[in-house]
């Protein structure tokens, strides 16, 4: 149980439910509120603090959530607002905290807004809202910049009176403009909406993009596209000085309830850059990339934890890790896959539950769930459409939850056919099967929350790093407790010290390769 306290958050873990694949009450192959509230007692005996709830508002479901039709409502395939209030009492009742997807940056294209834009005149207030702009060319045939959208292809389409409108990612989600004092006038009505119910924060998506420059000039061609690489500094649709007024506003917003927070997704990878999200009158915490983008290798994962923690430095804020979430490769399979990448993902774990400040875990981590290779056909991801069926899109990391039973869709719907479909051979995988075996990932998990709650060993914002032989990464908290993480390759000697849990077991005094451990030191 979490004691309510005004920081509950510092040092919480928090439990990503990809709604959509968590868990299906209502027996149409799509996770929903009433799944979530079904499994509430597996995240309690999992020891996390609180969940984080990706979209369940309206929506047409072009980006599985992320494409808001009503940010105040419930899709009727999630549930209902009476659901949602039922599921926030019992989490309540089980000491978990509750946070949502708050999705400022667009809207969906079926937005009454959107429709009331497209039915105007260009020029008129409803299309002000949005960023609706003539084309360039003689005749207004090409789009206004060279912006590139993150799913694909132009960040610009075409309507019938000749504009043009921008949207950073699919059509189906035009950007809303934030210089527009009703724009953010009623993401205020959306925060205190929720937090009128009650929710205890927010994650709030694409949280680097509210604000566009001036004039929307054009960027310099980078390679990457913002959401799925490190930002480059000529990337001029996201992190734009301009998006700090906004957070400005939400954190007063914020700030008029008590012990609310808000986490940002901002894929922003200058440590100063991210610090300014951190500001005492900006967001709570700021999801760190770097861990989720490093290789399984000594030098990356030490860059990543020391970036990590300096960007934090100037802040109040305390670090916040990720190892996976709904956008990118499961770690298990990042790390290898099979039984190296499940063994790697052991070690990460305690890796990441070792260091201080919060940490979030993306359902199925508990599990050393892998990506699935998934037929063309299964796909639906619109990275793949958009791409030209060159890029698979994300799909592969959002395969439902296996709970129980030795067949699809084990335990997570009554109907075998899921959203995206499971694949044969998840038996073991299931969170049955592992609850009954002391030696796996969900009992490593368990065992290390339970570990991270109680014991003193984990106090303290500071990483001394330890000396150690090449490519093992050692550090102390200033609570007593050493964590050691072996990517070397080959078995090194244990330091001093009371064995806490280990990733793998330890004898005579060595770590395996690929395994960490926490010693009392
Ligand atoms: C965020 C979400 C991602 C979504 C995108 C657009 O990056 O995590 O899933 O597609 O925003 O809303």
Redesign the pocket.
């Given at each position: 149980m979490t004691t309510p306290t005004a920081d509950w958050w510092r040092e919480a873990v928090f439990y990503q439910v990809y709604i959509r694949s968590f868990a299906d009450a209502s027996s149409d192959g799509v996770g929903d509120l009433a799944g979530i509230r079904s499994r509430l007692p597996h995240l309690v005996d999992l020891g996390v603090d609180a969940l984080w709830i990706t979209p369940f508002y309206p929506s047409p479901m072009a980006?599985?959530g992320?494409?808001v039709a009503d940010p105040r409502d419930v899709e009727p395939t999630f549930g209902d607002l009476s659901g949602f209030d039922a599921l926030l009492a019992d989490a309540h009742a089980a000491g978990l905290k509750v946070t949502v997807d708050l999705?400022p940056?667009?809207s969906s294209d079926q937005h009454v807004w959107f429709q009331e834009a497209l039915a105007s005149a260009p020029g008129s207030p409803a299309r002000a809202r949005y960023f609706f702009r003539d084309g360039r060319g003689p005749d207004g045939s090409e789009p206004p910049n060279n912006w590139p959208s993150?799913f694909g292809g132009p960040t610009w389409t075409r309507v019938p009176d000749g504009q043009w409108y921008l949207h950073i990612?699919a059509p189906e989600?035009p950007d809303l403009d934030f210089a527009n004092p009703e724009v953010v006038a009623d993401l205020e009505e959306t925060l205190h909406f929720w937090l009128r119910r009650g929710v205890d924060g927010f994650r709030i998506?694409?949280a680097h993009g509210m604000a566009k420059p001036d004039g929307l000039p054009d960027m310099a061609p980078a390679e990457d596209t913002g959401?799925f690489a490190d930002d480059g500094p000529g990337d001029l649709r996201f992190d734009q000085d301009g998006v700090h007024a906004v957070h400005r506003r939400l954190r007063a917003v914020l700030d008029q309830y008590e012990d609310r927070m808000a986490v940002g997704?901002c894929w922003v990878f200058d440590d100063e850059r991210l610090a300014a999200y951190l500001r005492p009158d900006e967001l709570h915490l700021a999801f760190n990339f770097r861990l989720l983008t490093a290789d399984w290798e000594a030098d990356s994962l030490r860059s990543a934890v020391q970036h990590s923690l300096a960007a934090v430095a100037p802040t109040p804020a305390p670090a916040c890790w990720v190892l996976s979430?709904?956008?990118r490769p499961r770690h298990v399979t990042r790390y290898g896959g099979g039984e190296l990448g499940t063994r790697r993902a052991r070690a990460a774990a305690l890796l990441q539950l070792a260091l201080p400040g919060v940490a979030y875990v993306y359902n199925g981590d508990e599990l050393g769930m892998p990506d699935v290779d998934l037929p063309d056909e299964a796909l639906q991801d619109p990275i793949w459409e958009r791409s030209g069926h060159t890029e698979r899109g994300?799909d592969a990391c959002r395969v439902p939850v296996p709970w129980s039973g030795d067949s699809p869709a084990y335990g997570f719907s009554t109907t075998p056919d899921t959203w995206l479909p499971m694949p044969a051979g998840w038996g073991p995988l299931t969170a049955e099967a592992q609850a009954a075996d002391p030696g796996s990932m969900l009992s490593l998990y368990r065992s290390a929350l339970a570990l991270r709650r109680s014991s003193s060993a984990f106090t303290g914002e500071d990483v001394q790093w330890l000396p150690a032989p090449e490519g093992v990464l050692a550090f102390r908290r200033s609570g007593g407790l050493v964590c050691l993480v072996n990517l070397s390759g080959a078995p090194v000697p244990l330091p001093e010290g009371e064995v806490l849990l280990a990733s793998e077991a330890v004898a005579d005094s060595t770590l395996a390769a690929d395994a960490a451990v926490w010693l009392q030191g």
């Open positions: 980006d599985h992320y494409d999705v940056n667009h993150v990612f989600q998506d694409v959401l997704e979430n709904h956008d994300r």
